[in-house]
T-cell receptor, first 113, second 115 residues
Framework: NAGVTQTPKFQVLKTGQSMTLQCAQD?????MSWYRQDPGMGLRLIHY???????DQGEVPNGYNVSRSTTEDFPLRLLSAAPSQTSVYFC????????????FGPGTRLTVL | AQSVTQPDIHITVSEGASLELRCNYS??????LFWYVQSPGQGLQLLLK??????LVQGIKGFEAEFKRSQSSFNLRKPSVHWSDAAEYFC?????????????FGGGTRLMVKP
């Protein structure tokens, strides 16, 4: 199993550009989520999904969109990039239930100029 | 709302010395607690977790953590640190209903190991 994969690994955008961060998992996990990691702030939840067709907002959803058309894929869209969105983005997946370990992807480092 | 505090941003220990990383949480109900480790340029890997029962839990790589409800703490320990333990460590608490897996993370503690 590849686990959780993310593409691209690095990305530089100009302010106002849009892009999609890709996330895929091959473990048939129901739950998928996106976090952003900023120095001293740990990871903060952006959006999450408990199954195909179901998404919800996390702690910091503004400026981001998600969709979940399949169990495997959970892309994160930046509609109009801003310098405040410069961060490292992690996708995670798990079985449903608070007891279950979340598996994290390797991350995407995004810089917005 | 729940929160997690890791009071130490950086810690430096000598190889072979013992280690304790502090974690305090704020959560109304019985907490589901986790410790994750992040090596440079990598994603997060689960070290250990606590849900109920024995308050001392064992994890991978020789780590253990003790849940103390009276102190709202879940400190991570290792008796003898190895150079490969240099990484960033995150404490987290699970929130949401039984179907949800949302994690609230602390700010992280960066561990440096002196030879």
């Amino acid at each position: 199993n590849a686990g959780v994969t993310q593409t691209p690994k690095f990305q530089v955008l100009k302010t106002g550009q849009s892009m999609t961060l890709q996330c895929a998992q091959d473990m048939n996990h129901e739950y998928m989520s996106w976090y952003r990691q900023d120095p001293g702030m740990g990871l903060r939840l952006i959006h999450y999904s408990v199954g195909a067709g179901i998404t919800d907002q996390g702690e910091v959803p503004n400026g981001y969109n998600v969709s979940r058309s399949t169990t495997e894929d959970f892309p994160l869209r930046l509609l109009s990039a801003a310098p405040s969105q410069t961060s490292v983005y992690f996708c995670a997946s798990s079985r449903l239930g608070k007891r279950n370990e979340q598996f994290f992807g390797p991350g995407t480092r995004l810089t917005v100029l | 709302a729940q929160s997690v505090t890791q009071p130490d941003i950086h810690i430096t220990v000598s190889e072979g010395a013992s280690l304790e990383l502090r974690c305090n949480y704020s959560y109304g109900a019985t907490p589901y607690l986790f410790w994750y480790v992040q090596s440079p340029g990598q994603g997060l890997q689960l070290l250990l977790k606590y849900f109920s029962g024995d308050t001392l839990v064992q994890g991978i790589k020789g780590f253990e953590a003790e849940f103390k409800r009276s102190q709202s703490s879940f400190n991570l320990r290792k008796p003898s640190v190895h150079w490969s333990d240099a990484a960033e460590y995150f404490c987290a608490v699970a929130q949401g209903n039984n179907a949800g897996n949302m994690l609230t993370f602390g700010g992280g503690t960066r561990l440096m190991v002196k030879p």
